[in-house]
């Protein structure tokens, strides 16, 4: 069926570096995919999105890169500071309304 | 900034009891969405609604649950008969079309005892 996940559920990672967060999906009809950072206690706060007219979309210190062929997606982080710390979740598009959330990555960044 | 809020933060109840949470979407949102998340787990689609009407539902959505807009500025979820494994956060979302972000609360706990 369809569905969303996440290759590694924990990642650490030291302050400076980049970190990059994976996603796979399997619904072929998903045309729109949002990447959701979410701090303790609070609501899921949208990062960046990419359309699956496209591979690559870049943001400020965040890269997200399409791979349709594989159905593969992933989250890069420049520079990963403290404040990245936080749950990251995959969020598929389906042709309902609803999107479908991938399980979830727990970024630490280590000082 | 325009954001979709919610109420209450946390709310307890006893088993069996009625809850209605509580949103109010972005002004000029057209779609509306409930999610939960169990602590620790994935956030999981629950209802969506667009025009005064449910437009689609999960198997967790069952006769329990239920969504209103009752005027212009909320939308509420209730849930009518509470069972301890409905304890879980509960997000609203809200977006201005069919494609596109989606904003999320800030969330309501519910905690059923």
């Known amino acids: 069926g369809e569905s969303v996940g996440l290759h590694l559920p924990t990642l650490s990672v030291q302050e400076g570096d980049n970190s990059i967060i994976n996603c796979a999906y399997s619904?072929?009809?998903?045309?729109?995919f949002i990447w959701y950072k979410q701090e303790s206690g609070k609501g899921p706060q949208f990062i960046i999105d990419?359309?699956?007219?496209?591979d690559k979309r870049q943001g400020q210190r965040v890269t997200v890169l399409l791979n349709k062929t594989v159905k593969h997606l992933s989250l890069q982080i420049a520079a990963t500071q403290p404040g990245d710390s936080a749950v990251y979740f995959c969020?598929?598009?389906?042709?309902?309304?609803?999107?479908?959330f991938g399980p979830g990555t727990r970024l630490s960044v280590l000082p | 900034e325009p954001e979709v809020t919610q109420t209450p933060s946390h709310q307890v109840t006893q088993m069996g009891q009625e809850v209605i949470l509580r949103c109010v979407p972005i002004?000029?949102?057209?779609?509306f969405y409930w999610y939960r998340q169990i602590l620790g787990q994935k956030v999981e689609f629950l209802v969506s609604f667009y025009n005064n009407e449910i437009s689609e539902k999960s198997e967790i959505f069952d006769d329990q649950f239920s969504v209103e807009r009752p005027d212009g500025s909320n939308f509420t979820l209730k849930i009518r008969s509470t069972k301890l494994e409905d304890s879980a956060m509960y997000f609203c979302?809200?977006?201005?079309?069919?494609?596109?972000?989606?904003?999320f609360g800030e969330g309501s706990r519910l905690t059923v005892l």
């Open positions: 002004s000029n949102h057209l779609y």
């Open positions: 619904n072929s009809a998903s045309d729109y």
């Open positions: 969020a598929e598009k389906n042709y309902g309304q609803n999107f479908v």
């Open positions: 990419i359309r699956s007219n496209m």
């Open positions: 979302a809200s977006s201005a079309g069919l494609t596109g972000e989606l904003f």
